[in-house]
């Protein structure tokens, strides 16, 4: 059913794949729905931050490696999904034009001790870009069927009525870093995740049948329609957005508004249970470290304890990230 599984992968292979050609209006395109800050939206916009020219996202150069990977790695088939990312870094930033493709090694292989009929591969991925820089890395785990196996039943998943969430109108003042107290956290509110925005994520993105088609998914290990892990992540990063615009404007009436920088990666993201369609998350974010830049004056930068909770108060996916946030204003 899978059309590829777990014995196909060999401890020290090396996988490559690509290239895609990136283009300025998918760029933008992603950047206004999911991430809309000024170096990702705007040239001119761009000039004046911390990066200085057009980029882009991070959590769309991760979406290109995770297109990259299902096509040639997984040769176009389907997995049986992911438990999480060990470690994604950002190296480079992303241009208009670029030529990405991957180098994926397969690190180890185990067979699942709990449920037979599948096993975790791990994997280490490098994207590079036409000028062979490497712009982003990641050390991540897949699931894959057992060749011969039986499978286990699908989940039995209860349908949900969707309730579209209200927007909030809460605000908070933003501080520079050197003031941010850690341990605040910041209810970042609600998404829903429809089966239209899911199959059209997974379209462009993450193209496995769980992804893509309701009566595809059925007959996996899901049982029903899901979204892509990226997904779930950036409409984090939606939240994000969303919610600070409502605090840069309540900060912009007293004072100046400390900026966002990129960020350099992450750490130990766990999609802890499946985001079906009609699910609701809401978000959340806690400031756990800072540390001054010494190589960015005015600059530090921030670490962040992320996670999502679905309608059933279940916690179904966690991350630790890291960004650049202004440390005090201009002088």
Known sequence: MTGIVFEDFIPGAVIEGGPIIVTRDELVAFAREFDPQPFHLDEAAAEATFVGQLIGSGWQSAGFGMRLLQKHVFRGATSMGSPGILQLRWLRPVLPGDALRIVVTVDSCRASNTKPDRGFVRFDLTLRNGRDETVMTQAFTVMFARRGATPLPPRVVNPVEPEAPVEGTDAERLDFLADAPIGAIRDLGRHLFTPEAIVAFAKTYDPQAFHLDRQAARQTHFGALCASGWHTAAAWMKRLHITRARDMA???????????????????????????AGD????????????????????????????????????????????????????
Request: with cysteine; hydrophobic share 35%; net charge positive.
């Open 280 to 331: 609701t998350l809401r978000y959340g974010c806690t400031l756990t470290d800072k540390r001054q830049s010494a190589s960015r004056p005015g600059w530090g930068l921030a670490t962040h304890h992320n996670t999502a909770v679905n309608q059933h108060g279940t916690k179904v996916f966690e991350f630790t990230g890291s960004v650049f946030w202004q440390w005090e204003p201009s002088a």
């Open 250 to 276: 309540l900060t912009a009436q007293s004072g100046p508004v400390p900026q966002l920088g990129p960020s350099p990666g992450f750490r130990d993201m766990r999609w802890l249970a499946p985001v079906y």
